[in-house]
C-alpha cells in the first residue's frame, strides 16, 4: 500500500520523506490556504521533494474552466495529479483529460455510486473521505470495502486512495481490504511507529546494557 501525505506544509513533507516511506503528496484548497502562500510555487518545491503523484485541486467547477485549470497545473511538472470534485461537469473533465492521459484523482467521494462514476471516467485515483463519513455515523471504512470489491469485479485500473484518515486504525483496515493508497495528515504518520511497549522495552534493553559496563 502507497503511502501520501496529505498537506501543502513543506516542513512536514520534508520530515515524512526523510523517513524513506512516501510515495507520493494530496493537498486540497483548505491545506494551500493554511499555508498563505502562491499555490503554483507551493506546488514547484513539492515537487523537488517528494518524486510520486502531488494532487493539485482544481477550484473551477464548469467544464471548461476545470480543464483550462488542469492543463495548467499540468504543465508544472510530470508528477502533478489534477484533483477534481465529483461533480457532474468535473466527471465530464476526467473522462476529457484521461483520453489526453492526464491524470486525475476525484475527490469528494462519499458513496460507491460515485466511485464507479470516476472509475468508468477514468480517473487514476478516487479519493474517498473515510473520517468525515465517521463525522455522520456513517462507517467510512465500510465504503472503502465497497470500492475495492466493485474494482476488482470489473479489473478497473483506478487506485482506492482512502482520504480524510484520522487514525492509525484507519490505515490497517484500509491496508487489510486492499486499498491502493492512503493519504495521511502527518501526525497520523507519526501515530504509526508508536507503541508503548516499544518504548518500555527499549528503556529496559539499554538500562540493562549499561549495567554491563562495557
Ligand atoms: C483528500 O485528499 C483531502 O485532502 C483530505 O484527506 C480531507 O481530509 P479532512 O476530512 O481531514 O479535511
Same mark, same amino acid.
Given at each position: 500500500?502507497?503511502?501520501?501525505?496529505? =498537506? $501543502?506544509?513543506?516542513?512536514?513533507? @520534508?520530515?515524512?520523506?526523510?523517513?524513506?516511506?512516501?510515495?507520493? /503528496? =494530496?493537498?486540497?484548497?483548505?491545506?494551500?490556504?493554511?499555508?498563505?502562500?502562491?499555490?503554483?510555487?507551493?506546488?514547484?518545491?513539492?515537487?523537488?521533494?517528494?518524486?510520486?503523484?502531488?494532487?493539485?485541486?482544481?477550484?473551477? =467547477?464548469? %467544464?471548461?474552466?476545470?480543464?483550462?485549470?488542469?492543463?495548467?497545473?499540468?504543465? !508544472?511538472?510530470?508528477?502533478?495529479?489534477?484533483?477534481?470534485?465529483?461533480?457532474?461537469?468535473? !466527471?465530464?473533465?476526467?473522462? =476529457?483529460?484521461?483520453?489526453?492521459?492526464? @491524470?486525475?484523482?476525484?475527490?469528494?467521494?462519499?458513496?460507491? $455510486?460515485?466511485?464507479?462514476?470516476? $472509475?468508468?471516467?477514468? $480517473?487514476? %485515483?478516487?479519493?474517498?473521505?473515510?473520517? #468525515?463519513?465517521?463525522? /455522520?455515523?456513517?462507517?467510512?471504512?465500510?465504503?472503502? @470495502?465497497?470500492?475495492?470489491?466493485?474494482? #476488482?469485479?470489473?479489473?478497473?485500473?483506478?487506485?482506492?486512495?482512502?482520504?480524510?484518515? #484520522?487514525?492509525?486504525?484507519?490505515? /490497517?483496515?484500509?491496508?487489510?481490504?486492499?486499498?491502493?493508497?492512503?493519504?495521511?495528515?502527518?501526525?497520523?504518520?507519526?501515530?504509526?511507529?508508536?507503541?508503548?511497549?516499544?518504548?518500555?522495552?527499549?528503556?529496559?534493553?539499554?538500562?540493562?546494557?549499561? @549495567?554491563?559496563?562495557?
Amino acid at each position: 500500500m502507497k503511502f501520501f501525505i496529505d =498537506t $501543502a506544509n513543506i516542513d512536514q513533507i @520534508k520530515e515524512a520523506a526523510s523517513y524513506g516511506l512516501l510515495d507520493g /503528496v =494530496t493537498t486540497n484548497p483548505s491545506l494551500v490556504a493554511k499555508e498563505g502562500k502562491n499555490f503554483r510555487e507551493l506546488l514547484g518545491e513539492i515537487v523537488k521533494i517528494v518524486d510520486g503523484p502531488i494532487s493539485a485541486e482544481v477550484v473551477s =467547477t464548469d %467544464y471548461e474552466g476545470i480543464l483550462k485549470e488542469a492543463y495548467e497545473l499540468a504543465k !508544472i511538472h510530470k508528477n502533478i495529479v489534477i484533483k477534481v470534485p465529483l461533480i457532474k461537469e468535473g !466527471i465530464k473533465a476526467v473522462k =476529457t483529460l484521461s483520453e489526453k492521459e492526464i @491524470k486525475t484523482n476525484v475527490t469528494l467521494c462519499f458513496s460507491a $455510486a460515485q466511485a464507479l462514476l470516476a $472509475a468508468k471516467a477514468g $480517473a487514476a %485515483y478516487i479519493s474517498p473521505f473515510v473520517g #468525515r463519513l465517521d463525522d /455522520v455515523s456513517t462507517n467510512g471504512m465500510e465504503l472503502i @470495502k465497497q470500492i475495492v470489491t466493485i474494482y #476488482r469485479n470489473y479489473n478497473f485500473k483506478t487506485e482506492v486512495l482512502v482520504a480524510s484518515i #484520522r487514525h492509525p486504525l484507519h490505515v /490497517v483496515d484500509a491496508a487489510i481490504m486492499g486499498a491502493d493508497v492512503c493519504t495521511m495528515p502527518f501526525d497520523v504518520i507519526e501515530k504509526l511507529f508508536n507503541h508503548p511497549l516499544t518504548d518500555i522495552g527499549l528503556e529496559k534493553f539499554l538500562s540493562d546494557w549499561k @549495567k554491563l559496563n562495557q
